[in-house]
């Protein structure tokens, strides 16, 4: 922020701040971390600051890195059409309306597809959000949880048995989906050990999330002690 006063140049620059997931941290009240289709797998810190923008304020619409080159264009003025293949929209109207509003976007729904085998202890699944919904499909057991995140932020109560048609919904949805952009899905490895992944050293568990964190602490310095 120092080099864009000190360049002049704040009146036309936007300053966007995001991450990755990065390493597993503790991601309380949600569930999950990287890795997985859990809340704590899928949310980001978002914040952007520019002259136009109210500072200070808090939007509650969902959005989506997608929604980036869709903005970016509209602040440039690009006036062609995106390529179909752009799911994102363009947040803009949102910036300048102090969060408020809806991103128009190709799609309604929001899904994120994780055909591997990694951290988390249910193995690969699906998700998808529409609204204040979303439904988890897990591909080893064929289950499907639904969680309700309006009220249930760290998708703790499953919702399917009692919303069946819900989750036939958003079941099919999804489905279309992966269909659609041909997407590809898990062999089942049932032997499969979550706490043994690419990225651990001997002697570590990783379970997700904020789990196994302090199990992982621990090892490390039981090793710079030179126990074993």
């Known amino acids: 922020m120092d080099a864009v006063d000190r360049l002049e140049v704040k009146d036309n620059t936007y300053i ?3 991450t990755d997931h990065g390493t597993p941290g503790r991601n309380s009240p ?3 971390g990287k890795g997985m289709v859990w809340e704590g797998g899928l949310r980001v810190p978002f914040i952007i600051a520019n002259p136009g923008i ?7 619409v969902r959005v989506s890195a997608m929604d980036l080159l869709p903005t970016f264009a509209e602040w440039a003025g690009v006036k062609e059409e995106l390529p179909s293949l752009v799911e994102g929209g363009s947040l803009a109207s949102l910036l300048k309306n ?4 809806s991103v128009n976007r190709p799609r309604e729904e929001f899904v994120s597809h994780f055909p591997h085998y990694d951290k988390d202890p249910q193995g690969p699944a699906s998700a998808i959000i529409l609204g204040d919904y979303k439904l ?4 080893e057991t064929g289950e499907r949880k639904l969680f309700d995140l309006s009220e249930d932020l760290g998708e703790s109560d499953n919702l399917a048995k009692k919303m069946p048609g819900k989750v ?7 489905t279309d989906y992966l269909e659609s952009v041909d997407a590809k899905f898990p062999t089942l490895n049932p032997n499969h050990d979550p706490n043994v992944t690419a990225g651990s050293l001997p002697g570590e568990t990783r379970r997700g999330g ?4 302090r199990e992982r602490r621990e090892n490390r310095e039981s090793r710079n002690r030179g126990e074993r």
């Open 16 to 18: 966007i701040y995001t």
């Open 30 to 32: 949600l569930s999950g």
């Open 54 to 60: 109210q500072p200070g304020v808090c939007s509650y």
């Open 98 to 101: 102090k969060g408020q509003g």
């Open 136 to 139: 988890i499909r897990v591909y």
């Open 168 to 174: 036939a919904e958003l079941d099919r949805r999804l």
């Open 210 to 213: 904020n789990r196994g964190s």
